[in-house]
């Protein structure tokens, strides 16, 4: 498949255990964070997303976190399993300005 | 509903070339953004265009180009192809909230 970087940080996880992904947002003023997550060949496809006047948002096995004082977003993965391994990035905007990503996180899951 | 389609899915050209990428957005949606994806740069924004009308756009030199129909598709045009320009190209579509990638064209300039 299509290498979408080459110079990734990793995580690597056991299968069953939950995995933590973490981000550093740039602009202060953003109001609206995504997760999305890319598996090899494929386009980034939709995972959770949170607006700035929440710190929470929970998914199906998945949560978001906001830290708006330290600009930080994390994304928690309960379960790992290996259909989870993939490239993870956060996105950040305001309005309808365009996304800004981050540099992405390779997830890789141990069987 | 169908997803965002992108075509071609791949596509090989030389220097100096141009390309046109086509994208087909989500029934419905009005926004569509390009994005240059490669290993050193990560995704970056290209434009977005909303109802015919380019709303965004990113820090990228004029040989990048688009456009968008009034039934939402969109192109881009890559002039003067360099090699540095061989990247995955993504489109997305959005009404509201959250973007909905493509599959992406793979470009590779030789």
């Known amino acids: 498949g299509e290498s979408v970087g080459l110079h990734l940080p990793t995580l690597s996880v056991q299968e069953g255990d939950n995995s933590i992904i973490n981000c550093a947002y740039s602009n202060s003023a953003s109001d609206y964070f995504i997760w999305y997550k890319q598996e090899s060949g494929k386009g980034p496809q939709f995972i959770i997303d949170?607006?700035?006047?929440?710190d929470k948002r929970q998914g199906q096995r998945v949560t978001v976190l906001l830290n708006k004082t330290v600009k930080h977003l994390s994304l928690q993965i309960a379960a790992t399993q290996p259909g989870d391994s993939a490239v993870y990035f956060c996105a950040e905007t305001r309005g309808n300005t365009p996304l800004v990503f981050g540099k992405g996180t390779r997830l890789s899951v141990i069987a | 509903k169908a997803g965002v389609t992108q075509t071609p899915r791949y596509l090989i050209k030389t220097r100096g070339q141009q390309v046109t990428l086509s994208c087909s957005p989500i029934?419905?949606?009005?926004?569509v953004s390009w994005y240059q994806q490669t290993p050193g740069q990560g995704l970056q924004f290209l434009f977005e265009y909303f109802s015919e009308t380019q709303r965004n756009k990113g820090n990228f030199p004029g040989r990048f180009s688009g456009r968008q129909f009034s039934n939402s598709r969109s192109e881009m045009n890559v002039s003067t192809l360099e090699l540095g320009d061989s990247a995955l190209y993504l489109c997305?579509?959005?009404?509201?909230?959250?973007?909905?990638f493509g599959p992406g064209t793979r470009l590779t300039v030789t």
């Open positions: 949170i607006r700035s006047n929440m």
């Open positions: 997305a579509s959005r009404e509201l909230g959250e973007q909905y």
């Open positions: 029934s419905g949606h009005r926004s």
